[in-house]
Protein backbone atom coordinates (compact mmCIF):
# COMPACT_ATOMS: atom_id res chain seq x y z
CA UNK A 1 0.00 0.00 0.00
CA UNK A 2 1.42 3.45 -0.64
CA UNK A 3 0.90 6.70 0.59
CA UNK A 4 -1.80 8.77 -1.32
CA UNK A 5 -0.37 12.26 -0.64
CA UNK A 6 3.14 11.19 -1.00
CA UNK A 7 2.24 9.23 -4.46
CA UNK A 8 0.26 12.35 -5.70
CA UNK A 9 3.28 15.09 -5.04
CA UNK A 10 6.30 12.46 -6.12
CA UNK A 11 4.67 9.99 -8.95
CA UNK A 12 7.10 8.27 -10.21
CA UNK A 13 9.66 9.15 -8.21
CA UNK A 14 7.79 7.15 -5.11
CA UNK A 15 9.63 4.34 -3.49
CA UNK A 16 7.33 1.85 -3.98
CA UNK A 17 7.74 -1.46 -1.48
CA UNK A 18 8.60 -4.56 -3.17
CA UNK A 19 6.43 -7.41 -2.74
CA UNK A 20 8.85 -10.45 -0.59
CA UNK A 21 7.07 -13.68 -1.84
CA UNK A 22 4.21 -14.03 -3.70
CA UNK A 23 0.92 -14.72 -2.25
CA UNK A 24 -1.03 -16.78 -5.20
CA UNK A 25 -1.80 -20.12 -3.97
CA UNK A 26 0.82 -22.64 -3.48
CA UNK A 27 3.39 -20.26 -5.10
CA UNK A 28 5.89 -18.57 -2.39
CA UNK A 29 8.14 -17.59 -4.74
CA UNK A 30 10.71 -15.10 -3.92
CA UNK A 31 11.10 -13.63 -7.20
CA UNK A 32 9.11 -10.77 -7.68
CA UNK A 33 10.02 -8.31 -10.73
CA UNK A 34 9.02 -4.88 -11.91
CA UNK A 35 6.45 -4.74 -14.16
CA UNK A 36 5.83 -0.86 -14.67
CA UNK A 37 3.44 1.73 -14.00
CA UNK A 38 -0.09 1.95 -14.85
CA UNK A 39 -2.38 4.79 -14.84
CA UNK A 40 -4.91 4.93 -12.23
CA UNK A 41 -7.65 7.81 -10.94
CA UNK A 42 -9.11 8.54 -7.47
CA UNK A 43 -12.11 10.47 -6.33
CA UNK A 44 -11.10 14.12 -5.23
CA UNK A 45 -8.06 13.91 -7.82
CA UNK A 46 -8.27 15.03 -11.43
CA UNK A 47 -4.76 13.75 -12.81
CA UNK A 48 -4.02 10.09 -13.09
CA UNK A 49 -1.66 8.21 -10.43
CA UNK A 50 0.95 5.75 -11.69
CA UNK A 51 0.76 2.65 -10.03
CA UNK A 52 3.59 0.48 -9.68
CA UNK A 53 3.16 -3.68 -10.88
CA UNK A 54 5.21 -6.16 -9.96
CA UNK A 55 5.03 -9.93 -11.54
CA UNK A 56 6.06 -12.92 -10.37
CA UNK A 57 8.85 -15.08 -12.31
CA UNK A 58 7.56 -18.19 -11.42
CA UNK A 59 4.02 -18.30 -11.67
CA UNK A 60 2.79 -14.90 -13.74
CA UNK A 61 0.98 -13.51 -10.64
CA UNK A 62 0.66 -9.42 -11.25
CA UNK A 63 0.72 -7.16 -8.56
CA UNK A 64 -0.41 -3.34 -8.37
CA UNK A 65 0.47 -1.76 -5.45
CA UNK A 66 -2.86 0.72 -4.09
CA UNK A 67 -2.49 3.83 -2.08
CA UNK A 68 -3.46 3.02 1.36
CA UNK A 69 -7.35 3.07 2.71
CA UNK A 70 -8.78 2.22 -1.25
CA UNK A 71 -10.01 -1.62 -2.16
CA UNK A 72 -8.83 -2.97 -5.39
CA UNK A 73 -11.32 -1.99 -8.23
CA UNK A 74 -12.33 1.37 -5.88
CA UNK A 75 -11.63 4.85 -6.79
CA UNK A 76 -13.30 6.14 -3.04
CA UNK A 77 -11.60 5.76 0.42
CA UNK A 78 -12.82 3.02 2.57
CA UNK A 79 -14.18 5.58 4.93
CA UNK A 80 -16.12 7.62 2.58
CA UNK A 81 -17.88 4.25 1.55
CA UNK A 82 -18.79 3.14 5.10
CA UNK A 83 -19.37 7.31 5.63
CA UNK A 84 -22.22 6.82 3.23
CA UNK A 85 -23.89 3.12 3.66
CA UNK A 86 -23.74 4.15 7.49
CA UNK A 87 -25.80 7.47 6.64
CA UNK A 88 -28.39 5.54 4.29
CA UNK A 89 -28.67 2.70 6.93
CA UNK A 90 -29.11 4.62 9.84
CA UNK A 91 -31.24 7.53 7.66
CA UNK A 92 -33.11 5.91 5.34
CA UNK A 93 -32.37 8.24 2.56
CA UNK A 94 -29.08 8.87 0.98
CA UNK A 95 -26.70 11.84 2.97
CA UNK A 96 -23.68 12.99 0.47
CA UNK A 97 -24.27 14.87 -2.55
CA UNK A 98 -20.23 14.44 -3.24
CA UNK A 99 -21.73 10.74 -5.03
CA UNK A 100 -24.67 10.23 -7.14
CA UNK A 101 -27.32 8.48 -5.57
CA UNK A 102 -26.47 5.64 -8.05
CA UNK A 103 -23.34 5.17 -7.36
CA UNK A 104 -24.13 4.71 -3.48
CA UNK A 105 -27.09 2.27 -4.46
CA UNK A 106 -24.32 0.08 -6.06
CA UNK A 107 -22.08 0.03 -3.04
CA UNK A 108 -25.29 -0.96 -0.62
CA UNK A 109 -26.85 -3.54 -2.87
CA UNK A 110 -23.44 -4.93 -3.81
CA UNK A 111 -23.50 -5.20 0.37
CA UNK A 112 -26.82 -6.90 0.35
CA UNK A 113 -25.94 -9.26 -1.83
CA UNK A 114 -22.19 -10.06 0.01
CA UNK A 115 -24.14 -10.61 2.95
CA UNK A 116 -25.92 -13.27 1.34
CA UNK A 117 -23.59 -15.20 -0.24
CA UNK A 118 -20.68 -15.29 1.83
CA UNK A 119 -22.81 -14.91 5.55
CA UNK A 120 -25.83 -16.68 4.44
CA UNK A 121 -29.17 -16.11 4.50
CA UNK A 122 -29.37 -17.37 8.16
CA UNK A 123 -27.18 -14.03 9.21
CA UNK A 124 -29.52 -12.27 12.03
CA UNK A 125 -27.00 -9.19 11.86
CA UNK A 126 -28.23 -6.15 10.34
CA UNK A 127 -26.02 -4.34 6.90
CA UNK A 128 -23.63 -2.57 9.11
CA UNK A 129 -22.88 -5.81 10.97
CA UNK A 130 -22.72 -7.88 7.95
CA UNK A 131 -19.98 -5.19 6.79
CA UNK A 132 -17.85 -5.50 9.61
CA UNK A 133 -18.11 -9.36 9.41
CA UNK A 134 -17.10 -9.80 5.47
CA UNK A 135 -14.20 -7.47 6.89
CA UNK A 136 -13.25 -10.11 9.47
CA UNK A 137 -13.30 -12.69 6.99
CA UNK A 138 -11.52 -10.47 4.34
CA UNK A 139 -13.60 -10.13 1.94
CA UNK A 140 -14.28 -6.20 0.35
CA UNK A 141 -18.28 -5.97 1.33
CA UNK A 142 -19.03 -3.75 -1.77
CA UNK A 143 -17.24 -5.98 -4.47
CA UNK A 144 -19.73 -6.59 -7.50
CA UNK A 145 -18.10 -9.69 -8.71
CA UNK A 146 -21.07 -11.79 -8.54
Known amino acids: ?3 IKKLFKQGRDYLFPRPKVCVAAGCGSGRIWSHGYVDAYFEGYTTAFYLKRYVCADCG ?10 WPRHHVPILIVLDCLCWRIRNGMWGSEA ?5 QGHWL ?5 NIKT ?12 GFYELLEIGMVPVNRLL
Not at 99 to 103: D, M, T, Y
Not at 118 to 129: P, V
Request: glycine share 18%; proline share 3%.
Open 1 to 3: MAD
Open 118 to 129: YLGLGFGGDLLE
Open 109 to 113: RALGR
Open 61 to 70: CVYKLRPFGY
Open 99 to 103: FSRQR
